[in-house]
């Protein structure tokens, strides 16, 4: 007799942030608008992106202002007894905005919310938990051209508050909808189901790569990456070039799971429109612990932890000296929807020196890179690191280069902790050659799904099920359906 028992387990609570509506009007008409003056979208386009070479996507223009909750804004009282501010900022035909709060501290119950006219775009609240040592805070993209800030906390704690918002960045580039990265790119959705299996052998590194604002005004990529103590600690690997170093870190907002929604065939004509993914997963802030001209690299640490609910992969890396025969890189090109490429073809080192920090892809064989892929990873065929985009002439229509920054070589860099990786990569002092990654989201581990009792001295069959260690509170066990005759217990 075989037997074929379903189960599935349900968490309670899984200590994940969420964003809802708020209880009261979240706008009115006598709210203050500061109304800055419209810009050129196009001429600006145009004198950011003309030439885009090795340097982060610049999509917004910064614009420095001084509102704060001491000497802007307007102040209520609820029938609760609790302080509500409330301000808006309009940058003329924007598409999206986003703000820097360059004086971030909220205190005790204080909520923070930014959302746009109709609110199809709302975040928060932001909390005390979300206050750092730098206090800063650089949010997410707002779409449309007026944003709109509320805040509420009891009075006692006002006087601990600090909230200034110093700068207003104003999307020129219709960033949101995406730039129409070039149609002979690879969607990451696509799947066997659609003629791509190749695709599906690496969905764990494909959740490892986000997207990433930086002074809310450039974009690039980067990944998530595994170390040798294997705790989850948020590592972030992406390009110098992107210029995140220890005076910009803290302005980085990362973007998850930005995903287009459907496969869209490369080259046809959907793959070359705008997609549909959503940056309302994000991560904001960080610490940046190492960089090397050398080789192009900087590790960050971000400021929070990775929520597990988003199933996002930490990835491993490989140091072997010998260049692998298939390569594939996971990227967002052009701003737009997360993008997969392949080369089949042995990589090459760049130049053709041995020792040199670079590596080369000589054509790709599927997909592309472009402008905003910078900082993405180089994965060898078991889908470890092997380098990070520095740059190249690549692009749909041609066979042209695109070259990496060499993991090898960052490793150890120039020796020491802020020019390498080995420390932070390696705290254990391991020495290994190449690291798996790792899944730091919530699962459930089964120590058997298929059972045969037949010929066995019992009918009695038991399963262990082991929630991962992220689960912060008790699981419940639901028995959904068994084989008729089957007596089960929990």
């Not at 942030?17 to 109304?35: F, N, R, S, W």
């Not at 610049?58 to 609760?80: C, M, P, Q, Y």
């Not at 775009?121 to 206090?135: A, V």
């Not at 994965?379 to 993991?407: H, K, M, P, S, V």
Request: glycine residues 8%.
């Amino acid at each position: 007799m075989l037997t074929r028992i379903l189960l599935v387990a349900l968490a309670l609570t899984l200590g994940a942030q969420t964003y809802g509506q708020l209880a009261e009007p979240t706008h009115k008409d006598d709210v203050p608008v500061l109304i800055l003056p419209a810009l050129d979208n196009l001429s600006l386009n145009k004198q950011y992106n003309k030439d885009q070479g090795n340097k982060p996507f610049r999509f917004a223009e910064a614009r420095d202002v001084s509102l704060s909750i001491l000497e802007d804004g307007l102040w209520e009282k609820s029938a609760e007894g609790r302080l509500i501010w409330r301000q808006a900022i309009e940058s003329k035909n924007a598409y999206s905005i986003n703000l820097a709060f360059t004086s971030f501290k909220l205190a005790g119950d204080a909520e923070l919310y930014i959302f746009n006219e109709d609110k199809s775009d709302l975040y928060g609240p932001f909390t005390e938990k979300d206050n750092d040592d730098h206090e800063q805070l650089w949010t997410p993209l707002v779409s449309g051209d007026r944003i709109y800030i509320h805040l509420e906390i009891s009075p006692e704690y006002l006087k601990s508050t600090k909230l200034e918002v110093g700068r207003v960045n104003h999307d020129f580039a219709d960033v949101q909808k995406g730039l129409q990265s070039g149609s002979c790119n690879l969607d990451v959705a696509c799947g066997a189901a659609d003629g791509w299996p190749i695709v599906d052998r690496y969905r764990e590194i494909i959740s490892s790569v986000g997207a990433y604002t930086l002074n809310g005004i450039d974009q690039c990529s980067g990944v998530l990456i595994n170390n040798t103590a294997q705790d989850c600690k948020p590592l972030f690997l992406t390009a110098n070039h992107c210029n995140v170093g220890p005076g910009t870190s803290q302005s980085i907002v990362v973007y998850w799971n930005y995903e287009n929604s459907t496969c869209r065939q490369p080259d046809s004509f959907e793959s070359g429109l705008a997609g549909d993914g959503q940056r309302n997963t994000f991560n904001s802030g960080s610490t940046h612990l190492a960089s090397l001209f050398d080789s192009d690299f900087t590790l960050l640490e971000l400021d929070d932890p990775i929520d597990p609910t988003l199933n996002l992969f930490f990835s491993g890396w490989d140091l072997s000296y010998e260049l692998p025969d298939t390569s594939i890189c996971v990227h967002h090109p052009a701003v737009e929807e997360k993008r997969i490429s392949f080369e089949f073809d042995r990589l090459e080192y760049d130049p053709t020196g041995q020792d040199t920090a670079y590596i080369q892809v000589n054509d790709w064989d599927i997909g592309t890179t472009e402008g905003g892929s910078s900082g993405s990873p180089l994965y060898n065929a078991e889908g470890r690191i092997i380098g990070q985009l520095f740059g190249g002439l690549a692009a749909c229509g041609n066979d042209e280069y695109d070259t990496y920054g060499w993991i090898r070589y960052s490793f150890e860099g120039r020796g020491g902790v802020t020019n390498s990786l080995k420390h932070w990569l390696d705290p254990l002092g391991l020495g290994p050659e190449f690291l798996d990654g790792r899944s730091c989201s919530f699962n459930l581990d089964v120590s058997n799904n298929f059972f045969q009792v037949c010929g066995l001295d019992t009918d009695a069959v038991s399963v262990d099920l082991f929630p991962s260690e992220f689960f912060e509170s008790p699981v419940n066990y639901e028995i959904v359906s068994a084989d008729a005759g089957l007596q089960l217990e929990l």
